[in-house]
């Protein structure tokens, strides 16, 4: 029987090298010689024995991924030589309904199970000593180009969410509309589940975030003082998913996310996880059994993927978001509108490997600068709910606002409460949204210097953050923010 032979990579004794023994030392003058030979062949022993484990883990992670065919798609450019673009997709793979979940436009086919929560283009840039992650807000109002259902039924290109791509055709849909999107080609494809997302981070023993305010919300079952947290992997989920009770919605949330994304950064990076072997397996072990990724991706790209980002410390992780030019409704939904231009503008700075998360922010992201004292409102019962008009009217009263006329009401069973603005009073509408939790912005040419507040159903009072020239009102990560400089979010 033949010895067996590690395979090149894994083998210190060269490519084609057995487990045979060693040739014996000639005779002679040796005795002084057979310390350090013994020292020698002590340490090729550890060295063979450890090339095996490593090799063995290799399998174990490699069996650990599940691989998904067909995933990639033709289309879009690739980036500079040397530069790679990885789609990375956190799923709701629970069943569910409502407008937490996208539906399917009547006579197309959803697939069942399948929700994209979180959308996130990882470009890393050649050389692999800077990464940008560029989120696509899930409300993003775009183009979904023509599909094939899980039944053989073709459909043609429509308007619709980002997320119901997902929804609507799995990920190699995504991923097609994804590159029709931003031009740019998918080289790679991560996706990860809620239960793998909590098996990460309770691997690293937890993740430490803070709050700028109190986060509570019985959707997610997050219930947090403001300050600094250490979170579990239940904790973290509730964390991350949160966008009712969040002044600007979904874009708060993708700031949370980017914001929790840099403290998983730090501590991967940190001593604690890189130096203690067993928590680095854990992490890489827990890793491997959450994502799915293409069929072309395997353990060992992977792990050579973590190689080439090993020079890549928190403070060169650059965390962006698609620029928006506001939000609006489409066949009755609230959407987000992009701005094609400054969009446009970033992804081209991906596919030059430029970028820089110098592109604008969306709306919100800059922090209120109008004082309430400026800000004119007219308050507006759009639920129905007796009394809730003018309960805001004076909580928004109390805080320095200046509502305008009596409050009125306009409809009865809205949901969520949107705040209507001429596009010359953007300034103040941002202001008046940090203090009206779960509230869009929706522009209205018609309107002249007074804000129109809609009440929903959720309001349940003006949020915690007293507003201010210098009190950030959320929104997303823009300009450039690293893992390393990340804030306190919402």
Request: some cysteine.
């Amino acid at each position: 029987m033949s010895d067996p032979i590690l395979p090149p990579e894994l083998n210190p004794r060269g490519p084609g090298a057995s487990f045979a023994a060693a040739p014996k030392a000639p005779s002679g003058r040796r005795g002084w010689r057979r310390p350090l030979g013994i020292t020698a062949v002590v340490i090729a022993v550890v060295v063979l024995l450890a090339s095996g484990v490593l090799y063995t883990r290799y399998l174990h992670y490699d069996h650990n991924l599940t691989k998904a065919a067909g995933v990639l798609q033709p289309g879009g450019s690739k980036s500079a030589d040397g530069a790679e673009n990885v789609l990375l997709v956190g799923s709701d793979s629970r069943s569910g309904a409502g407008d937490e979940f996208a539906q399917a436009p009547k006579g197309q086919e959803q697939v069942i199970g399948q929700r994209s929560d979180t959308v996130i283009l990882a470009h890393l840039a050649k050389g692999h000593q800077k990464a940008t992650l560029v989120s696509l807000p899930r409300d993003s109002w775009i183009n979904i180009p023509a599909y094939t259902d899980p039944k053989g039924v073709s459909h043609p290109a429509h308007m619709d969410k980002l997320n119901a791509a997902f929804s609507l055709g799995g990920a190699s849909l995504l991923v097609k509309t994804v590159q029709q999107l931003t031009g740019v080609h998918i080289d790679h494809y991560v996706e990860i589940d809620f239960a793998g997302f909590q098996n990460m981070v309770n691997s690293l023993g937890g993740v430490d975030v803070c709050l700028a305010r109190a986060a509570h919300d019985k959707n997610t079952g997050i219930n947090l003082s403001a300050g600094h947290h250490h979170l579990d992997g239940q904790q973290a989920l509730a964390y991350v998913r949160q966008r009712y009770g969040l002044p600007l919605g979904d874009i708060d949330r993708i700031k949370r996310q980017q914001a929790f994304l840099a403290s998983m950064v730090r501590e991967v990076e940190s001593a604690g996880t890189l130096a203690n072997p067993l928590k680095l397996n854990a992490f890489i072990d827990a890793l491997t059994k959450s994502v799915t990724v293409d069929s072309g991706t395997s353990a060992a790209d992977l792990g050579k993927l973590a190689l080439k980002l090993k020079g890549v410390s928190s403070g060169n992780v650059v965390l962006t978001t698609m620029p928006l030019s506001g939000f609006g409704k489409e066949n009755g939904q609230d959407v987000d509108v992009v701005d094609q231009a400054k969009a446009q503008a970033l992804f081209q700075s991906l596919l030059d490997d430029s970028a820089g998360g110098s592109a604008s922010a969306a709306p919100g992201a800059a922090g209120p600068t109008v004082p309430p004292g400026q800000v004119h409102v007219k308050v507006f019962n759009g639920a129905g709910i007796s009394g809730l008009a003018a309960r805001a009217s004076s909580d928004l009263t109390k805080l320095g606002f200046v509502v305008d006329g009596p409050p009125g009401n306009r409809g009865a069973g809205a949901t969520a409460s949107v705040i209507e603005y001429n596009p010359s009073q953007a300034a103040a509408a941002r202001t008046l949204a940090a203090v009206i939790p779960g509230a869009t912005l929706k522009e209205n040419q018609q309107l002249g210097g007074d804000l129109e507040l809609v009440l929903g159903s959720s309001y349940h009072g003006v949020g915690n953050a007293q507003p201010s020239a210098s009190t950030p009102a959320g929104g997303v990560i823009g300009g450039g923010t690293t893992a390393a400089t990340a804030s306190c979010p919402n």
